[in-house]
């Protein structure tokens, strides 16, 4: 499924089930939490689909990141692959990088591949090998990244827009108070709770889905940093290892 598919799929169900439930919340007895936050508005349905949107895009990068990281432990992988190279078995590298199914053993299965097609053509030129074997690693990594980095942008866009709509909710929200202050007489103290309601659940759901959206980023933004690192310092000591000969 292409991602502008799954994202426009998401937003339909989210909002779907977001507003099933924000329908159902005022059928909730008045004195209950549900029914609270009902009076919120009609803005407190689209908060909770974005924070629904936040946890489906969470468990998907969950799951890809998981996927990524193959089978096995990355470090131990890692050692047992220099081992092998340091003896010259690089068909025995190779089958570890198979096995492990990981993107960093893509990228480096790449790598040994193009040494591999170096020797079987008699390059021997030391910086001829080490020019081919960057270039894989640069494309592999071309395939990679954007596996790893998919719908970051749009939870980082998602926790931008959570604060914006909450605030957009407050504001509804202190217009419908005011408004009840304006009336002539004394104010409508019904129609006064109700903005305030209104105003303080929407900032609420907007900052918490703002916060969500923030956490959710950094972390998955920083486990891809550290999969880059990875690849790339396993990458350099496989180049120069092979490519100086030693």
Request: glycine share 8%; with cysteine; hydrophobic share 50%.
């Amino acid at each position: 499924m292409k991602q502008s598919y799954f994202t426009a799929l998401l937003i339909v169900i989210t909002y779907a089930v977001s507003l099933g439930f924000y329908v159902w919340m005022g059928t909730t007895p008045p004195a209950s939490i549900f029914h609270a936050v009902w009076k919120g508005g009609p803005v407190v349905s689209v908060l909770m689909a974005l924070i629904l949107m936040v946890i489906a895009y969470t468990v998907e990068r969950i799951i890809a990141l998981k996927k990524a990281s193959g089978k096995g432990n990355i470090p131990e992988f890692v050692k047992n692959l220099k081992l092998d190279i340091d003896n010259g078995a690089i068909d025995k590298a190779l089958a570890k990088c198979d096995d492990h199914q990981s993107s960093l053993a893509a990228v480096l299965r790449a790598a040994l591949e193009r040494y591999k097609m170096l020797i079987d053509f008699n390059v021997t030129d030391r910086e001829k090998k080490v020019s081919e074997m960057e270039k894989a690693v640069e494309e592999a990594t071309i395939m990679e990244m954007p596996l790893l980095e998919n719908n970051l942008v749009a939870i980082s866009t998602i926790a931008s827009i959570s604060t914006m709509v909450g605030l957009l909710g407050t504001t509804l929200g202190m217009i419908r108070a005011f408004a009840a202050m304006a009336t002539s007489g004394a104010p409508d103290a019904v129609q006064l709770s109700l903005g305030i309601s209104e105003a303080l659940f929407n900032t609420a759901l907007g900052i918490f889905g703002g916060i969500t959206g923030i956490i959710a980023y950094n972390v998955f933004t920083s486990r891809v940093d550290r999969f880059s690192y990875m690849i790339d310092e396993a990458a350099f000591y496989i180049i120069h290892t092979l490519g100086t000969g030693k």
